[in-house]
């Protein structure tokens, strides 16, 4: 018994129309396979090619690519190459072959400087799109601000109070404790330096000075940073993926009213707040330290420092919290409204919202400085 041929060729001089026939399925893989390569072979020299596919009577994603196999080998070779009589049905799928995985040509060795030029170009234009999306962010929180205020009964107290409770009450224990450490590593490196030249006592003016005004709210930032706000921006980008942000949009409500103000807000009243505590932390770990290792008792530290601050260091200090804390709450809300449908972006965002919050918050931090500085406080 003869086995059908799934492809014939006949060739006229420097044309060559080649017929399909049977079955283009995978089933016939390593025949149709065959076929296929002994007619690129056989038919090296000729100009014009016409694939007649009207006697295929089936056709796969392995047939529909191999036919796009041939269809390229051919006009690889400059040969004019078309397929005729296709059946409707199997249109489509050819179409979609032919428009994927196209052969690229040999990849040329970028020149390295103008690939670093390239790169300092798209990460400016990426900070770009970074301050308009944060202007954008900051200008719907105003609006929501203004809509809440001018009718107080659309803010959501019952939510406001539950982030309040996540950012401010639940973190006090770590904040206390983290800060209570830093102000005895302070203390402890002060006073094994200071001791050196007899000056143990300026340790007190430099846990005071220190940790009011910077590293307290500072300290207490970049934790709020990698605690609430890698928080919000894992629970709003759980949202956006399950879709009920488009949920409530198509509801009628605004996304930004109803998710994100009450925890920015939330971050601009705890913050402070925990800042407060923190530096009380840190001050009480001072004193213990430089009580216990350097000999300073309780009464002299605090009389040092009281001598050594005043009430614009504490100041300086407070007024830094409440901005920084909308930088935080306002980067981990457009991290979380920009992740995608997978987990990955879910990662990729938060990890994103982490480290631009920590960032910004010690940029901020150095512009306070500098401003404070120009004022004299």
């Known amino acids: ?32 396979e065959g076929e296929i390569n002994g007619a690129m072979r056989r038919y090296a020299a000729v100009k014009h090619v016409s694939i007649d596919m009207g006697g295929v009577e089936r056709l796969d994603t392995f047939g529909a690519w191999l036919l ?3 269809v390229r080998a051919f006009s690889g070779r400059g040969c004019d190459t078309q397929v005729t009589g296709l059946k ?9 072959v032919h428009t994927v995985k196209l052969e690229q040509g040999p990849v040329r060795r970028p020149n390295q400087i103008l690939a670093a030029l390239a790169a300092v ?10 301050l308009a999306a944060f202007v954008n962010m900051m200008g719907a929180l105003a609006v929501a601000l203004l809509r809440v205020v001018a009718n107080p009964r659309r803010l959501r107290l019952t939510a406001l109070v539950h982030q309040l409770d996540n950012v401010a009450w639940r ?15 302070i203390a402890q490196q002060g006073i094994f330096h200071f001791r050196k030249f007899g000056a143990d006592i300026y340790v007190v003016d430099m846990v005071g000075i220190l940790v009011l005004r910077e590293l307290g709210v ?59 505590l923190g530096s009380m932390a840190a001050l009480y770990g001072g004193g213990l330290v430089a009580w216990l290792y350097g000999g300073i008792d309780p009464d002299i530290f605090l009389s040092r420092l009281r001598e050594a601050i005043s009430l614009d260091t ?61 004022i004299g406080m």
């Not at 799934?6 to 017929?19: H, K």
Request: glycine share 12%.
């Open 314 to 374: 504490f100041k300086v200090g407070m007024i830094k919290a409440p901005f920084m804390a909308l930088v935080i709450g306002v980067v981990a809300s457009i991290e979380g409204m920009a992740v995608k449908g997978s987990a990955e972006s879910l990662g990729l965002q938060t990890t994103a919202s982490v480290v631009e919050s920590i960032f910004l918050v010690i940029v901020l931090d150095g512009f306070f400085a500098i401003f404070f500085a120009s």
């Open 88 to 96: 409707e049905d199997y249109r489509h799928l050819v179409d979609e």
């Open 68 to 70: 796009e196999r041939l």
């Open 218 to 276: 500072l300290i207490v930032c970049i934790m709020v940073a990698g605690r609430s706000g890698s928080a919000y921006t894992a629970e709003l980008g759980s949202m956006k993926m399950r879709e009920e942000i488009d949920a409530l949009r198509t509801m009628g409500f605004d996304p930004i009213e109803v998710l994100i103000l009450p925890r920015v807000l939330a971050l601009v009243i705890g913050v402070p707040i925990l800042a407060f």
């Open 121 to 130: 170009g798209h990460n400016v234009a990426g900070v770009g799109h970074s």
């Open 1 to 32: 018994m003869s086995v059908e041929t799934l492809l014939e060729g006949m060739a006229d001089g420097d044309r060559l129309r080649l017929a399909g026939n049977g079955a283009w399925t995978a089933g016939n893989a390593r025949r149709l």
């Open 171 to 185: 973190g006090v224990p770590i904040i206390l404790l983290i800060t209570f450490l830093v102000g005895c590593i």
